[in-house]
């Protein structure tokens, strides 16, 4: 895994998200659309704020999930790529029952 390099939020990058604020709404209740409705409930002026602490609590709460969902993902997959072998299936470990046709745990052979 390569290191966490945050991205810089801009100020270009905050226009772009304000003009997809005033987009149109998915279907589905999404992260997106929660934070769009929070941020339209914000407006100067506005008498929503209790709607828009709803919304943020449930924005919030959506990313928690999705975030724990991605990580439950990422320790699947994690475990999925580790080798794993039996102990007979060791490739370091040696069977002392027969050596050489012989069963040297039973005894010195000398």
């Known amino acids: 895994m390569s290191e966490y390099k945050p991205k810089q939020f801009t100020i270009e990058i905050a226009d772009q998200m304000r003009e997809k604020m005033g987009s ?49 993902k990422r320790k699947e997959n994690i475990e999925k790529e580790l080798i794993q072998q039996k102990k007979d299936e060791d490739p370091f470990s040696v069977d002392w029952n027969n050596i050489d046709g012989r069963n040297v745990a039973k005894g010195n052979w000398d």
């Open 24 to 72: 149109e709404f998915d279907e589905k209740r999404t992260l997106c659309n929660v934070l769009k409705l929070a941020y339209r409930c914000s407006k100067e002026g506005s008498f929503n704020l209790e709607a828009t602490r709803a919304l943020l609590l449930e924005a919030l709460w959506m990313g928690q999930r999705m975030s724990d969902s991605l990580t439950k």
